[in-house]
DNA sequence: ACTATCACAGCACACGTGTGCCGTAACACG
DNA sequence: CGTGTTACGGCACACGTGTGCTGTGATAGT
């Protein structure tokens, strides 16, 4: 059926092995140029594909990365991988590797479960976007492939970490809403307490404010987590007031996340604020906020660089030969973890404030 | 390294034929239920992962589904596929399929290049989301794995398409507005002329608009056509004055998709107008739909579905006997042509009218 | 002329699994 | 006891590719 080396071969009166050799460029023994530009070409005639299967089960090698997808609900909230996606098939695509898709997995069994697709795949590496659960589980496979995990991991990961660096970006939006004149500045969420991330993000609009020798406020609502984009809109945009009764002349308004600023956006209409006449919003992830009206200036969450570059890892990981993986392991190296620095997108619902001072209404 | 059925075998005294024969549940020969069961047990203790690469260079079938993704620009405008992702992705595990990603592919050339993956890999099937372009080059692959084209493709398809039916959800969106009390309502674009899905739904409005002896009113732009969504959100924020002009007293907008209805919002806001209090408004697609602030009531894509549909069809396709194949190809049978209707999913960007007559403003 | 060297070609096996066919015990029946 | 039948186990090969090792012809060196 399928053109195979052995046709080739036997169309040129050679054996199988020149061929393999000449088509996997092994220069190992020198074959005449002749012969290679022949077999070249009557690869190219008879159309030769060569077959993975076979190839990976000769070499061990597949050039495929799995990626095991979560939260597969028919109408989920989450919209949020996409791009992260985009940026793993790129950057896998990059070096010449495959996507095979291991889920949507719904439970933890599931997600062991798809780890045994590394072995009966035998997918070089496994990357894993946004996984929470119980890492313990995770590293009692016995398979050596490397397993990265990419963006908004638990942050006692025994694996290699691809993350967001948040505070860069936050740094951009206190300096570009300084710089368009706004000196009394709100951060506001709706998380539950303890929620690292939030910490992390307070802490460096806290530093950038300082620095800037601005006044801000920080308003944590401490509320549920874990919540749907939705019910985080309308929380959102009940408790917005209250954050807003900490800091009444506030000019500006800094967001953990995108529905936040989207519940901040329903707040602000519903009290008379033009956004971002009266008031200017920054959010955070950059998943609606093209569409949004106005359009949203927010801090990226770089969910297609985080992508790339832990595709990028893991395949350099799994490359890696095995002697210094074991080295690595029994010298017992500080776990990886690549930082991407948050980046400031700039659209329309920031402006000059059109009050300098006194409070709003 | 890895267990084989060999060291199973050689545990147990057997050969390798009659382990193999046992895991796959041959039924040719029979085995003793007891080695039956001795052969499962020990292969449960020695961790025992068929090789499926061994598997598939030895049966032909993979079990794997190639899946060629479009569109891959860093900061896409298009989130669109995420869902459809998710329906692909669970169609087919649920029929015990893997999902292999080729591309992304900026190109028609690549999208060529990842059609010959079907042959590399040996992939079952090939669906391809939302592709709108040539499709003789498609079919001119001399593979005969199946490819199914889903959601919003080109309609002179001589391969099997599975796509949206948005009659059914207009009509509802009609019978929903009727049922609030509306009697003026407005259908809104700004597509280019000549594109054929504005037509159909321009079509189902005006039908489900005479059912109802309603009075209704088409505003189609005609405006370029495949902008990005941030684009169609500007362009019918600045065009919706001018359709509203043709109804001055409509209560109600129709929007041929999502951004366009963002724009609408944006629109109404310009003008001083609520949503849903002075204006209802539906949009289409459901992908921001859920975080706009009011949450806007939209016709569904279903997409999730759209990519179940799509997976299982590509199954079915590729599990039906080569012959049946050739014999439909000599017949040269009517393309498969799969519709999911649409629904529609009631948010509050639609309520009842405050005014029962006389212009808004 | 004999041999060492070189530049290639190809045999044979391996990877892990599936399967047609034959061998072989056990058993029954005449 | 001989033979047919049944119920199973295993040999051998196939799938397509990669590679160590050996074979071979030509050329050069002594």
Redesign the interface.
């Known amino acids: 059926m399928?053109v195979t080396i052995r046709d080739i071969a036997k169309r040129l009166n050679l054996s199988h092995s020149t061929v393999s050799r000449i088509i996997n460029n092994r220069d190992s023994s020198f074959i005449s140029t002749e012969t290679r530009a022949r077999v070249r070409q009557t690869a190219e005639e008879l159309?030769y594909?060569?077959?993975?299967?076979?190839r990976?089960?000769q070499t061990g090698k597949?050039c495929?990365l799995g990626?095991v997808?979560e939260k597969?609900e028919?109408?989920?909230?989450d919209?949020f991988?996409?791009?992260m996606?985009?940026?793993i098939?790129?950057g896998a695509?990059s070096r010449g590797y495959?996507?095979?898709?291991?889920?949507?997995a719904r439970e933890q069994s599931e997600i062991e479960r798809g780890l045994?697709?590394v072995?009966?795949?035998?997918v070089d590496a496994l990357v894993i976007p946004g996984y929470l659960g119980s890492l313990d589980q995770l590293s009692s496979q016995?398979s050596d492939a490397p397993i990265v995990l990419a963006g908004n991991s638990a942050s006692n990961a025994r694996h290699p970490v691809v993350d967001l660096d948040a505070a860069p970006g936050i740094e951009a939006a206190v300096d570009h809403l300084a710089e368009l004149g706004h000196r009394r500045l709100l951060w506001f969420d709706v998380e539950r307490e303890g929620n690292g991330s939030v910490d992390y993000r307070r802490a460096a609009f806290r530093k950038a404010i300082t620095r800037r020798a601005l006044k801000g406020v920080e308003a944590s609502m401490n509320l549920e987590s874990r919540l749907n984009?939705?019910r985080t809109?309308e929380l959102s945009?009940r408790h917005f007031p209250e954050a807003l009764a900490r800091l009444p002349d506030a000019t500006g308004v800094i967001c953990y996340n995108?529905?936040t600023a989207?519940?901040v956006?329903?707040a602000a209409?519903d009290r008379g604020l033009r956004v971002p006449r009266d008031l200017s919003v920054i959010g955070f992830d950059?998943?609606?906020a093209?569409?949004?009206?106005?359009?949203m200036t927010v801090v990226s969450h770089m969910l297609?660089?985080i992508g790339m570059k832990a595709a990028e890892l893991a395949i350099a990981l799994s490359e890696t030969p095995a002697t210094s993986v074991k080295k690595s392991k029994s010298v017992a190296t500080a776990p990886i973890r690549e930082l991407i620095p948050a980046e400031l997108i700039v659209r329309q619902s920031t402006a000059a404030p059109q009050r300098t001072a006194g409070p709003i209404v």
């Open positions: 399928a159309g594909r060569p077959n993975y299967h076979a990976s089960l597949a495929v990626l997808l597969p028919p109408n989920s909230e919209r991988w996409q791009s996606l985009n940026g098939s790129t695509r495959d996507l095979l898709i291991i889920g949507p045994e697709y072995t009966e795949h035998r016995s984009e939705e809109v945009r995108e529905p989207f519940g956006y329903a209409a950059d998943i609606h093209a569409v949004a009206a106005p359009s297609y660089a």
